[in-house]
Structures are given as structure tokens and as C-alpha cells.
């Protein structure tokens, strides 16, 4: 009785509507965790292996999407959207968590926070396409600049540990979210967030358990050879950075306009980078960080320019 009480008092202080400041400050610190993540998955692939810790990061928060949600909110879903939902919690939830965890076990931190940083960039570039939502110069100037500063990032001899195909791989799981978001666009303006998220947390979930057996039947990690650390950045990464970080984002942004929560997103890279070099001990060079303004700048004209009407709560955050 208890547990389903407190299950209640979290599901009620969910729907509760924030103060501005205090859901300002509130997305302000979730986006300084968001930028730690990548940084975290790449310490704790130190113990798991890339999809035994995605699939055990998204297992534990699909539990708790579920608790929180409730089942009866989940089965009361009709069985096309929920499937459709699932289906794309394949993309935005497996595909995005398998390919981040590769691509950073292949590169450096902190080249692999801004690469991440990027999934608002590819969601203006994908709607024109995809949506036949026009393009403005604003946005197409901003796609170029953005790439301009990729190009020098991922530059040799910008930063050490990194390669070309760990920058690609972590871009790729900024398309699969870019992806995830237009193509949800339609569920995502008829349910709400939190349960649209619930339930493609769980087809991402289910979809990423087989590749995780294989990898632990082939031996890649031991299932019992887990340090402490990995275990504790496994909760970290599924219960603060997933699960609360979806929460309090949407929490939020019932006290905020999305554009607003959206430009808080420029803080990922400043604790992703300064994570990467306190935590992993990199040193990103002088021209590096010139390629992080490029970037950011990149990134802000291309969704700057582009305000569309319907719901854009999933189109500015980037970490799961």
C-alpha cells in the first residue's frame, strides 16, 4: 500500500504545474546531467559491453516508466499506436543507446558530447524532407556551419583517443533520434510525453535484449565481472539520466515555452567537456573548441530558424 501511494505522489507531482524559475533552474540541471552521460557511458564500458549496457539501461527504465505510468495507462493505449510507438522506441531508444555506446567506447568524451549535441540539427534537416515543412535560409546556413565545425572536431590530431568511425557511429545516434522525433511527430501531438516515451522505452527494451544475450554468450564481458563503479554508472545512466531526466523535462516544460527549455541544451557540451577532461583526462586543443562554437552556433540558427506548431518537446532534447 505504501509503494502504491508513493507511486501516486510521483505521478502527481508530475502533472503538477512548476513555478517558471523553478523549472528554469530545474532544466538547467537536467541539462548539465544530459551532458555528463556520454562521458559516463564511456567510463562504465569499462565493465559492460555496448549493448549489455544499453539494453540494461533501458530494462531498468522502462520499469520505472512503467510504475510511474501505471499499466492500465499503457494497455489503455490502442494496439496500432502502441505498436507504432514500440517500433519506434527501437530507433530512439535502442538504436540511439547501442549507437552511442559503440561510438563513444571508439572516441573521446568529450568529441563524442558534441557530435550528440547535434540530433536537434538533423531534426531541421530531416522535417523539410520528411514532413515537407519548409526550409529557410536560416536553417540551411546553420546545417552548414554545423558541419564546418564537425569537420574540424573530428580533424586528426584535434583530440586524442578518437577516431573516424566513433565521430560517425555517435552522429548516426543523433540521426536515429532525429529520426525517432519526426516520424513520431503525429502520436506525439495526440499523447502525452511521458507515455509516449513510456512505451518506446519498452519496444527499445525488448528490442535491444537479444543483441545483449549474444554479446554475453559470446563472452565479450563476463555477466559477474562488473566493477562497482560499473554498477553504480548503470543506475546512474538508466534512473537519473533516462528515466528522472525525462520526467523532470517534461515537468518543466509545463512551466516553459520549448524554445526556451530548448536553449538550455548549450550547457551538455560545457559539463560533458569538462567531465571528459577532469573524469577521462582528455585535453581538447584550442582548434577543438573552436569547432564546439561552430557547432552550437551551427545547431541554434538551424532550429532558431525553424518554429514549428506542433509539439517540440522531444525536438530539443538529446540525451536518453
Known amino acids: 500500500m505504501s509503494s502504491f501511494a508513493s507511486v501516486s505522489r510521483v505521478s502527481s507531482r508530475l502533472e503538477a504545474v512548476p513555478s517558471p524559475g523553478l523549472a528554469l533552474l530545474g532544466l538547467a540541471l537536467l541539462n548539465l546531467v544530459w551532458g555528463g552521460s556520454l562521458p559516463a557511458t564511456k567510463l562504465a564500458l569499462l565493465s559492460f559491453g555496448p549493448f549489455s549496457l ?6 531498468i527504465a522502462a520499469v520505472l516508466f512503467t510504475v510511474v505510468l501505471q499499466p492500465r495507462a499503457i494497455l489503455a493505449v490502442p494496439g496500432r499506436d502502441a505498436w507504432r510507438m514500440a517500433g519506434l522506441g527501437i ?3 535502442a538504436g540511439v543507446q547501442v549507437l552511442q555506446a559503440i561510438g563513444a567506447g571508439l572516441t573521446s568524451g568529450a568529441t563524442a558530447t558534441v557530435m550528440a549535441v547535434t540530433s536537434p540539427l538533423w531534426i531541421a534537416t530531416l522535417a523539410p524532407v520528411l ?32 577516431s573516424l568511425t566513433g565521430n560517425g557511429v555517435v552522429l548516426l545516434s543523433a540521426i536515429a533520434y532525429a529520426l525517432y522525433t519526426v516520424f513520431g511527430k503525429s502520436l506525439a501531438q495526440r499523447y502525452s510525453p511521458m507515455l509516449f516515451c513510456g512505451v518506446s ?44 531526466g525525462f520526467a523532470v523535462w517534461f515537468w ?7 524554445a526556451q527549455a530548448g536553449g538550455l541544451m548549450f550547457l551538455q557540451p560545457l559539463s560533458g ?48
Do not use: N
Open 91 to 93: 530507433i530512439g531508444f
Open 252 to 258: 518543466g516544460l509545463r512551466a516553459l515555452p520549448a
Open 131 to 162: 514532413l515537407r515543412e519548409p526550409a529557410r535560409p536560416l536553417t540551411i546556413g546553420g546545417v552548414v556551419l554545423a558541419i564546418g565545425g564537425v569537420a574540424v572536431i573530428t580533424a586528426p590530431g584535434e583530440m586524442l583517443d578518437q
Open 54 to 59: 544499453a539494453a540494461a539501461r533501458l530494462v
Open 273 to 320: 567537456l569538462c567531465l571528459a577532461i577532469v573524469v577521462l583526462g582528455e585535453r581538447p586543443t584550442p582548434t577543438f573548441l573552436v569547432g564546439c562554437v561552430l557547432v552550437l552556433a551551427g545547431v541554434y540558427l538551424a532550429t532558431g530558424a525553424v518554429r514549428p506548431k506542433w509539439r517540440t518537446s522531444h525536438v530539443v532534447q538529446t540525451r536518453l
Open 201 to 244: 522505452c519498452l519496444g527499445g527494451a525488448v528490442a535491444s535484449l537479444p543483441f545483449a544475450v549474444y554479446e554475453l554468450a559470446s563472452g565479450v564481458t563476463p555477466p559477474l565481472a562488473t566493477s562497482p563503479l560499473g554498477w553504480t554508472l548503470l543506475l546512474y545512466l538508466s534512473v537519473v539520466v533516462t528515466f528522472v
